[in-house]
């Protein structure tokens, strides 16, 4: 917890007149009460805070100020202290929730300027069509590619499930379009429509599950356990991106709490499935599935350092059944195509934008149409 307290007063000595402090809220007390032994983390937090005081952290001055009971306890001359009236602000970041929780303001990180607390469309706008009956409107995210896998999965066996692949910039709020709400009220990538069967389709477990069942394909005969699975996918990711892929990466700040608590999760939930691999060629025995298919753009990508740039962090190669696993589905070429499709970011020859034949993987990538698209 970071505490601000901001100064006015001439407290004399080396230290300057005005500063901020940025420590540990234990490490000061309130004011006129002495910090106790007992509170060992607090007497790290006071030291931590005084040795910050000589850097400058965030580019800007960075005083330390204590209050006379804590500089005190710790031996400092009582001249480098504060007494209670001359802190003249505190603001801490301890949030305090309001009765009724309102959407005042962004709360910063990625991803801030798309999130709201209501769903529905935010503007008029429809969804383009290709000629193929499937029509996936996407973008290649964990959740996204599972779905472009397992369409290039099926034609490589041969099933006709050409498809055509738009674009979704969920960056840019295409999510909220009114043609994309029609098709998922949830306004998340990836949704799709059956244009054959005028099947509307969301969430990702639920559309490979529907192109499994339509195409007879990547369906173990032991179909209890494949999908045991992939819900299993479903319910964790969310606490490895939204959790854990969020609060290391993504957030404004890097809370120690949140990163704890997830990286806990997401090391838990590693090593659940470097065990199952241990057993197991694939997730549900010896047939590649659906389930691999889930399962591989999160935890494969994490170990393979695709994602979140934290394989080094959560030790992913410590994982070695799941490493081998994660490594042999990334050398299938339909997945090296799945992993293109709808993808706007990295080098420009795997940047597929939209995919509407197989061709496009030769023809029309960003390097080769450059702006183009
Ligand atoms: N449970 C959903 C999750 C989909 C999801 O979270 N999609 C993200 C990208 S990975 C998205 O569209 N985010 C846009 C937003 O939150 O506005 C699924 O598996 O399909």
Redesign the pocket.
Same mark, same amino acid.
């Given at each position: 917890m970071v505490e601000r307290v901001i100064c006015n007063h001439d407290v004399g000595g080396s230290i300057p007149s005005t500063g901020t402090i940025l420590i540990s809220r234990r490490a000061v007390p309130p004011m006129g009460r002495a910090i106790r032994p007992a509170h060992g983390r607090a007497l790290e937090c006071v030291r931590l805070g005084f040795w910050l005081g000589s850097v400058s952290p965030r580019g800007a001055a960075f005083n330390v100020f204590l209050d006379i009971d804590a500089a005190l306890w710790i031996g400092l001359p009582a001249r480098w202290a504060l007494s209670p009236n001359e802190v003249t602000q505190i603001m801490t970041d301890e949030y305090i929730p309001p009765k009724v929780w309102k959407w005042e303001s962004q709360s910063g990180g990625a #991803?801030s300027n798309?999130?709201?607390p209501i769903a529905g469309a935010t503007h008029d706008k429809a969804l383009p069509k290709g000629a193929h009956p499937l029509q996936l409107h996407s973008?290649a995210? $964990?959740?996204?590619v &599972?779905v472009t896998v397992m369409l290039e999965e099926l034609l490589a066996a041969g099933h006709n499930a050409e498809y055509d692949a738009f674009l979704?910039d /969920?960056g840019k @709020?295409d999510? #909220?379009g009114s043609g994309f709400v029609e098709l998922n009220p949830?306004? &998340? /990538? $990836?949704?799709m429509l059956d244009a054959e069967t005028g099947e509307r389709l #969301?969430?990702?477990?639920? /559309?490979l599950l529907y192109l499994a069942e339509k195409f007879g394909a990547f369906l173990p005969e032991n179909r209890t356990q494949c999908m045991n699975w992939l819900f299993w996918q479903?319910g964790s990711? $969310?606490y490895l @991106? @939204?959790g854990f892929g969020h609060f290391y990466k993504y957030a404004p700040e890097k809370f120690e709490y949140a990163i704890d608590r997830f990286t806990m999760e997401a090391k838990r939930q590693l090593d659940v499935l470097d065990r199952h691999l241990a057993e197991n060629r694939y997730m549900c025995g010896d047939e590649y599935s659906i389930a691999d298919m889930a399962i591989w753009p999160w935890y494969g990508a994490v170990v393979l350092d695709l994602v979140y740039d934290a394989a080094e962090f959560l030790d992913g190669a410590a994982y070695t059944h799941l490493m081998r696993w994660a490594k042999e589905i990334e050398a299938r070429p339909a997945v090296q195509r799945g992993v293109m499709v709808n993808r706007s970011w990295g080098p420009e020859a795997g940047q597929l934008h939209e995919r509407h034949d197989s061709s496009d993987f030769e023809l029309r990538t960003q390097d080769k149409i450059g702006g183009e698209s």
């Open positions: #991803f798309i999130n709201r973008l995210t $964990p959740n996204g &599972k979704i /969920i @709020g999510q #909220f949830n306004s &998340k /990538i $990836p949704t #969301f969430e990702s477990g639920s /559309i479903m990711a $969310p @991106g @939204g």
